[in-house]
């Protein structure tokens, strides 16, 4: 058999070399050398359900065959609701995520949930004697998962291709490897090698295809970033370990919105699905205390309410302290100053803590006026009215903004059972009014705000 024939290339400037080498004597950048295959070896004529597909010929948009956009139905909805509303055939979906945040066991348990599925779990990370102990723990609902220990990709295919399963999951793409590459597995070339071939193998024979993604130290999918290019939808699973619950973010996908959000909760028997975050996410209290504020906010398509906790007090060192969690800290920092400046609060002098309960991090910019609400609770020590949210984005000069949806944040808000909404005044216009029961609090201005509130 002849070994395929590879060659380095600098990724920085393109430069060749038959070795790998540090540092690259064209540019002079260090460690961008990567192997390259540029010959592959005789792969022999094998048949195949994928590599005896015809070349494909030009055809006209309008002969393509369309089946009204295909979606397969998975048991779980969180999942669900992040795919777009369905798992697509021929799909290949990357999963990213920390060690231990519970990556495997998501799959695991989408797979043992998959009733009338055959799924294929391949793991090259665990004995099948652990995937059984873990799959004890779950509970196996599905007799057609099969799982495979296995890391060699050419292997794999061909257990694919004997058993024919309507799903397949790999955990992880970082163990697999190929023969046609000398490089260890998880190299860059071994991933990228080893994607395509299940990019292949997932559009042409239809069969959808979850890979399992390790990251690195700053929070990407390890490998190239082709990896992410490759495959139709790249899915983070998050979360502060010091709680239960995990988020299930899409941070690309060819087939539905990026801005939808899963919800589960780490039991000691799986994940269970959270259907309606907004009563976790909100602690139960008896009393108003200062320095609370509920935002109601939009994550995709789904509305919630989250608590938002800020702690003010005077610097006990020179410098004052400025902590977030689940907020951009410099956001806080600019609204620190948008009060400061607008409404003549002195906050250069004191420590500010910012925290969002639930250990879960928000983008939504109309979680705004929460903040400030809780700023100002916390710092005149007054608690706000547990019966009040707010809903609307702080600009620059002080102003009040509108925000999108603001009609579903208001619904949610009361479903929930909240008396009073803060929004923009410039939100009203769009909205019926007699729709809603709650309190509609309208402000335009961060001194409206105060003087309403307290
Ligand atoms: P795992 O899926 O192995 O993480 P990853 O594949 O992302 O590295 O998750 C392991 C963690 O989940 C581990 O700390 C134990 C915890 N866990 C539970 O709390 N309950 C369970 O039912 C299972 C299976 C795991
Ligand atoms: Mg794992």
Same mark, same amino acid.
């Given at each position: 058999?002849?070994?395929?024939?590879?060659?380095?290339?600098?990724?920085?400037?393109?430069?060749?070399?038959?070795?790998?080498?540090?540092?690259?004597?064209?540019?002079?950048?260090?460690?961008?050398?990567?192997?390259?295959?540029?010959?592959?070896?005789?792969?022999?004529?094998?048949?195949?359900? &994928?590599?005896?597909?015809?070349?494909?010929?030009?055809?006209?948009?309008?002969?393509?065959?369309?089946?009204?956009?295909?979606?397969?139905?998975?048991?779980?909805?969180?999942?669900?609701?992040?795919?777009?509303?369905?798992?697509?055939?021929?799909?290949?979906?990357?999963?990213?995520?920390?060690?231990?945040?519970?990556?495997?066991?998501?799959?695991?348990?989408?797979?043992?949930?998959?009733?009338?599925?055959?799924?294929?779990?391949?793991?090259?990370?665990?004995?099948?004697?652990?995937?059984?102990?873990?799959?004890?723990?779950?509970?196996?609902?599905?007799?057609?998962?099969?799982?495979?220990?296995?890391?060699?990709?050419?292997?794999?295919?061909?257990?694919?291709?004997?058993?024919?399963? #309507?799903?397949?999951?790999?955990?992880?793409?970082?163990?697999?490897?190929?023969?046609?590459?000398?490089?260890?597995?998880?190299?860059?070339?071994?991933?990228?090698?080893?994607?395509?071939?299940?990019?292949?193998?997932?559009?042409?024979? #239809?069969?959808?295809?979850?890979?399992?993604?390790?990251?690195?130290?700053?929070?990407?999918?390890?490998?190239?970033?082709?990896?992410?290019?490759?495959?139709?939808?790249?899915?983070?699973?998050?979360?502060?370990?010091? &709680?239960?619950?995990?988020?299930?973010?899409?941070?690309?996908?060819?087939?539905?919105?990026?801005?939808?959000?899963?919800?589960?909760?780490?039991?000691?028997?799986?994940?269970?699905?959270?259907?309606?975050?907004?009563?976790?996410?909100?602690?139960?209290?008896?009393?108003?205390?200062?320095?609370?504020?509920?935002?109601?906010?939009?994550?995709?398509?789904?509305?919630?309410?989250?608590?938002?906790?800020?702690?003010?007090?005077?610097?006990?060192?020179?410098?004052?302290?400025?902590?977030?969690?689940?907020?951009?800290?410099?956001?806080?920092?600019m609204l620190?100053a948008v009060l400061e400046k607008r409404c #003549?609060?002195?906050?250069?002098?004191?420590?500010?803590?910012?925290?969002?309960?639930?250990?879960?991090?928000?983008?939504?910019?109309?979680?705004d006026?929460?903040?400030?609400?809780?700023?100002?609770?916390?710092?005149?020590?007054?608690?706000?009215?547990?019966?009040?949210?707010?809903?609307?984005e702080v600009g620059l000069s002080g102003e009040i903004r509108?925000?999108?949806?603001?009609?579903?944040?208001?619904?949610?808000?009361?479903?929930?059972?909240?008396?009073?909404?803060?929004?923009s005044?410039?939100?009203?216009?769009?909205?019926?009014?007699?729709?809603?029961?709650?309190?509609?609090?309208?402000?335009k201005k961060i001194q409206d705000?105060?003087?309403?509130?307290?």
């Amino acid at each position: 058999m002849v070994k395929a024939k590879t060659t380095f290339y600098c990724q920085n400037c393109g430069a060749q070399s038959s070795k790998w080498l540090g540092r690259c004597p064209s540019c002079g950048a260090w460690n961008t050398f990567v192997e390259e295959v540029i010959q592959r070896e005789d792969k022999g004529s094998r048949k195949s359900i &994928y590599r005896d597909a015809r070349s494909a010929v030009p055809t006209k948009i309008t002969e393509v065959p369309y089946d009204h956009e295909k979606r397969i139905q998975v048991q779980d909805q969180e999942l669900n609701r992040v795919l777009g509303g369905g798992m697509v055939p021929g799909s290949l979906v990357l999963i990213g995520g920390e060690p231990g945040i519970g990556k495997s066991t998501l799959m695991l348990q989408f797979a043992l949930n998959s009733r009338n599925l055959k799924v294929l779990y391949v793991t090259g990370e665990e004995s099948e004697h652990q995937i059984r102990m873990r799959a004890e723990r779950i509970g196996i609902k599905n007799e057609e998962c099969y799982i495979l220990t296995e890391t060699a990709t050419d292997a794999i295919l061909q257990h694919i291709e004997e058993i024919r399963p #309507g799903m397949v999951v790999i955990d992880s793409i970082q163990t697999l490897h190929t023969d046609i590459i000398d490089s260890s597995a998880g190299s860059i070339s071994q991933i990228r090698e080893c994607a395509t071939e299940m990019q292949r193998l997932s559009k042409l024979s #239809g069969i959808p295809i979850f890979l399992i993604g390790h990251i690195t130290k700053d929070g990407s999918i390890a490998g190239p970033k082709i990896l992410e290019h490759m495959v139709d939808t790249v899915l983070s699973f998050e979360g502060d370990r010091n &709680y239960g619950y995990r988020i299930l973010r899409t941070v690309k996908n060819r087939f539905g919105s990026t801005s939808e959000l899963g919800i589960y909760e780490m039991r000691n028997n799986g994940l269970r699905e959270v259907s309606n975050p907004s009563e976790i996410l909100i602690s139960q209290r008896e009393e108003a205390l200062s320095g609370v504020a509920i935002a109601a906010t939009v994550e995709g398509l789904r509305p919630m309410l989250i608590e938002i906790q800020a702690l003010v007090s005077s610097a006990a060192y020179g410098t004052p302290q400025r902590s977030t969690t689940g907020f951009d800290a410099r956001r806080l920092n600019m609204l620190l100053a948008v009060l400061e400046k607008r409404c #003549g609060f002195r906050l250069g002098a004191k420590d500010v803590f910012l925290n969002i309960a639930g250990g879960i991090r928000v983008d939504d910019p109309a979680i705004d006026l929460a903040v400030v609400a809780a700023v100002l609770s916390s710092n005149a020590d007054t608690p706000i009215d547990m019966k009040t949210c707010f809903a609307a984005e702080v600009g620059l000069s002080g102003e009040i903004r509108g925000t999108n949806r603001i009609e579903q944040r208001i619904s949610e808000a009361e479903k929930l059972g909240f008396e009073r909404i803060f929004i923009s005044a410039y939100n009203l216009k769009g909205i019926e009014l007699k729709k809603f029961s709650i309190k509609i609090a309208a402000v335009k201005k961060i001194q409206d705000v105060f003087e309403k509130l307290f």
